[in-house]
């Protein structure tokens, strides 16, 4: 047993983020930074201690002269930065602020959106350095943040559930990726019928594998690992650049005095013998391809904010 808790054992660590839209957990747990997306800004928006937010974006831009699903885009893009702002009153750090899921095969599109959100940062007084742009990790996504991060406009590709992925987000130079654990061990457990635990969660290890492939070839992409289902895979991944934890899962790590020990060693990395990956677009495709896990939770998790979006979208409808 130790004297400190496992979530203050794991901040000597990793640098610690809230995966929420709830203020209050924020407060309470203390993070560096923290990342929403659009199912966490749909749960906090239809919360009645978050509708103000909502409703003063909505009231806000109600007469800025724009009609339809212009009027509609606009606000939404309100909403989300109304959410962040609140957020960057409480984390020192950073926030993560997700591009529309409808964008994630359209470069140009997704390019425009990031300049918009920044923008709306810049003029409410944000400076770039605080905010991550959220894009998921397809070729068009991964090329859109190459653009944008030439402009100072920092990245957080998610939605990442393999090497390719990582490999072609490290070679665009964004600021930061977010692999996805849980949902990777979600599907291998659903696909092999069987539970995993420890090192052997094939979660863990894609984490792992991503983490000691930046560090060995000096990659300066941040590694966040994310989508936790338990408290094990958390404790696997101590030395990971980042982890973004939900609520319930650091209130596990507060409640706990459990010893944590450091997993993830950029000198172990640095030693190993790590074979390089060559990506052009085919061999990008191709490998990706080849991995049916990461393509079908990709396109899963694409759809699945899509459509959270959608409903986001008739919550500010319904106000208008």
Not at 12 to 32: C, I, L, W, Y
Not at 71 to 78: N, P, T, V
Not at 142 to 148: D, G, L, N, Y
């Amino acid at each position: 047993m130790s004297n400190l808790s496992q979530l203050e054992q794991l901040k000597q660590f990793t640098k610690v983020v809230a995966d929420t839209g709830d203020f209050e957990s924020m407060r309470e747990f203390k993070p560096q930074d923290a990342t929403t997306n659009p199912s966490l800004i749909l749960q906090a928006a239809t919360k009645p201690q978050y509708a103000p937010i909502l409703e003063k974006a909505i009231a806000d831009r109600k007469h800025s002269g724009l009609t339809g699903a212009k009027q509609i885009d606009d606000i939404m893009d309100h909403v989300l930065i109304a959410f962040g702002l609140e957020i960057l009153k409480i984390v020192p750090g950073r926030v993560s602020t997700e591009t529309d899921a409808r964008l994630s095969f359209d470069v140009n599109g997704t390019v425009a959106k990031a300049r918009d959100l920044i923008a709306l940062y810049e003029k409410a007084g944000i400076s770039r350095d605080r905010v991550l742009i959220k894009i998921a990790s397809t070729w068009e996504g991964i090329k859109a943040a190459e653009i944008v991060q030439k402009e100072g406009i920092h990245c957080n590709l998610t939605l990442l559930f393999s090497l390719s992925q990582a490999v072609a987000c490290a070679d665009a130079k964004v600021q930061l990726i977010s692999p996805f654990v849980g949902r990777i061990y979600d599907w291998y457990k659903a696909a092999n019928k069987r539970e995993y635990t420890g090192a052997e969660d094939p979660g863990v290890q894609s984490v792992t594998t991503i983490f000691n492939y930046y560090k060995h070839y000096g990659h300066q992409t941040e590694v966040m690992g994310a989508s936790f289902r338990n408290v094990s895979q958390i404790v696997e991944l101590a030395g990971s650049d980042l982890l973004t934890i939900s609520p319930d899962l650091l209130a596990k790590l507060a409640a706990s005095h459990d010893p944590i020990s450091l997993k993830l060693d950029p000198a172990v990395a640095k030693a190993a013998h790590i074979e390089k990956l060559h990506l052009d677009e085919k061999a990008f495709r191709f490998h990706f391809n080849e991995d049916a896990m990461a393509t079908e939770k990709t396109a899963e998790g694409i759809r699945k904010f899509a459509a959270d979006i959608v409903k986001l979208e008739q919550v500010v409808a319904s106000h208008l």
